[in-house]
């Protein structure tokens, strides 16, 4: 009992001390008087998006960035629906947008990092751009995350909210919130740990300088917070969170627990490689699962042992105030409305979904489109 009260303790003061780091950080704002204006390319990978795309493009093509100043990739990951049909349409009567095909599954990188890789290739701008078919982004979303990119810098990363009507997309909304929420305070502090593909640019001098996706290849994800991480070890470049309310995006939810938890479970995935690349943050990982695994451990425990009660609910407490803090105060950074009614269901429900979740992600059981 000795030996779990005390890994506890130490699991418990590195969530505090992590926590306090997210919730300084929401504070420590990035600087974005960056006046000079790059080429940008903007990348969007698809695959079976009908029913999105449209909706997607339309939001970034309508700028006010300079039309001559950006570019528009779609790149169709051998879509077996329309999406390929109705981006040819849209390309007719916007000059800016280019669609590729991607038309053999490779054998030697995953979906969607072949798709951003030809991409990439096919584009020509000092920034790449990234969002996802399912995403609306505001109109002054490329010219502010440009406007971060001070000479310094080699990745800006944004802020993406979910679309939300019933419980479930609110639980979900409440989720990431809190994930973009850490994000940016760990971010600010000098820290970054991770990213999303949904609002993500990256300068191409920095992408070069890892070597791309080489390094990252076997993964089935890691556009996102894998390079970051390779960006973050391998070059002097600045990372930086971009708090600009004109560069947040808009994304969709799940429509089912099953494919939210097949979601998490593809980001969960990438934790191992996290042992190479950020042995840190791979330590604090692993520290976060322990923590959840002992609050289920010691409620268990609490049935055959009283003294571990007390230990128990104190935990318990103890991160339900420091939750509470940084998702209220990423609320109202990101001037989101907060629901105490969400967070106490997302609360609870987080424990059994941090084990499971991982669970699944480190033993590989996920699939993607």
């Known amino acids: 009992m000795i030996i779990i009260a005390v890994l506890t303790g130490v699991v418990l003061i590195v969530y505090l001390v992590m926590s306090m780091l997210y919730l300084i950080g929401l504070f420590v704002p990035a600087r974005s008087n960056n006046s000079a204006q790059p080429f940008v390319s903007v990348l969007i990978a698809a695959r079976n998006e009908q029913d999105n ?19 528009v990739i779609v790149i169709d990951d051998r879509s077996t629906d ?4 109705l981006v040819s349409e849209f390309v007719r009567h916007n000059m800016q947008v280019k669609l590729i095909h991607v038309s053999d599954k490779s054998e030697k990188i995953s979906g969607k990092k072949n798709a951003l890789s030809m991409g990439i290739k096919e584009s020509k701008g000092e920034i790449l751009l990234f969002t996802d078919a399912d995403c609306r982004v505001r109109n002054s979303w490329i010219a502010g995350i440009a406007s971060f990119f001070l000479e310094d810098v080699g990745v800006v990363i944004g802020f ?32 970054p740990l991770a990213a999303s593909g949904q609002n993500l640019a990256y300068r191409r001098k920095a992408f070069d300088a890892v070597g791309g996706f080489e390094e990252i290849i076997e993964r089935i994800s890691g556009d996102d917070t894998l390079m970051i991480q390779l960006i973050r070890k391998y070059t002097s470049y600045r990372i930086v969170f971009s708090g600009h309310a004109g560069t947040f995006n808009t994304t969709l939810p799940m429509n089912t627990l099953f494919e939210f938890i097949q979601q998490r479970a593809r980001w969960a995935s990438n934790g191992t490689i996290m042992l190479r690349l ?35 609910a104190f935990v318990w407490i103890t991160k339900g105030i420091v939750d509470f803090a940084v998702t209220f105060y990423g609320a109202h950074i990101f001037k989101k409305k907060y629901s105490f009614a969400v967070f106490v269901a997302w609360f609870f429900l987080q424990t059994p979904l941090v084990l499971w979740v991982g669970l699944k992600g480190a033993l590989g059981y996920f699939k993607w489109k």
């Open 53 to 71: 795309i449209i909706r997607c493009l339309e939001s970034v093509v309508n700028q006010t960035y300079p039309k001559d100043l950006f570019e």
């Open 278 to 312: 950020n042995p840190l943050f791979f330590f604090y990982l692993i520290s976060i699962y322990c923590l959840h695994f002992l609050l289920v451990a010691g409620l268990a425990l609490s049935v055959v042992y009283a003294p571990i009660m007390v230990m128990t």
């Open 82 to 85: 329309k999406t390929s049909q």
């Open 160 to 191: 993406s909210e979910v679309e939300s009507k019933t419980f479930f997309e609110r639980w979900q909304e409440f989720d990431f919130l809190t994930l973009m929420s850490a994000t940016c305070g760990i971010t600010n502090m000098g820290f």
